[in-house]
């Protein structure tokens, strides 16, 4: 079992649409959460930090729960170029800064 | 400000031949990574460096080495080149949590 696992999708939402994904994480330890976008073929860039509070940029919404060891990302109205594969990543401290990543989550978003 | 970069962008090599990846960043990182990723299996962790003139080993570091004699500069070198190489390279450094990642290397073995 992946420390650290997402559904995978894709998730296939017309424009305008509220999506939501969610990830895992087994590893109790873990201290910083994070996700990262990536478009086809190119790098993974980070989208948000997830804080214990939860925090919002924009139209993205990231909370995280530790008690079920679980994160989400909240995407409202969806544009086409939110179409991307979104990454969970979790670190544990003192762990040479490594990050833990998912596989992805898939989304495309259709006019 | 050029960031993360990578050479070269694309490569094809034959089994068994030798080549050596170049990961450059320019913002005085202490942390640099060199991952593979692969379809289905995400990125994995091949080797990374804590500081200038260190080097660990890694998720899947066998058949790879790497070396960082200059803060600012990452190798990584394939001595044998096997198919199971084909992947693309992502090279990141970072000084917090959030990592920086160059555009990446298409390795193709035949």
């Known amino acids: 079992r992946k420390e650290v696992e997402q559904d995978p999708g894709p998730f296939n939402v017309p424009e305008g649409a509220t999506v939501a994904f969610n990830c895992t994480y087994s590893n109790s330890a873990s201290q910083s959460f994070f996700w990262y976008r990536q478009d086809c073929r190119k790098e993974p860039k980070l989208l948000m930090s997830v804080y214990s509070s939860g925090n919002e940029d924009g139209r993205f919404t990231a909370q995280l729960n530790r008690a079920s060891q679980y994160i989400s990302l909240l995407i409202r109205d969806s544009k086409l170029s939110d179409s991307a594969t979104y990454l969970c990543?979790?670190?544990?401290?003192?762990?040479?800064?490594?990050?833990?990543w998912g596989l992805g989550t898939s989304l495309g978003v259709n006019p | 400000n050029a960031g993360v970069t990578q050479t070269p962008k694309f490569r094809v090599l034959k089994t068994g031949q030798s080549m050596t990846l170049l990961c450059a960043q320019d913002?005085?990182?202490?942390?640099m990574y060199w991952y593979r990723q692969d379809p289905g299996m995400g990125l994995r962790l091949i080797h990374y460096s804590v500081g200038e003139g260190t080097t660990a080993k890694g998720e899947v570091p066998d058949g790879y080495n790497v070396s960082r004699l200059k803060k600012q500069n990452f190798l990584l070198g394939l001595e044998s080149a096997a198919p199971s190489q084909t992947s693309v390279y992502f090279c990141?450094?970072?000084?917090?949590?959030?990592?920086?990642f160059g555009p990446g290397t298409r390795l193709t073995v035949t």
């Open positions: 990543v979790v670190s544990h401290a003192g762990n040479n800064r490594k990050l833990i």
């Open positions: 913002m005085n990182h202490e942390y």
């Open positions: 990141a450094s970072n000084d917090n949590y959030e990592q920086y």
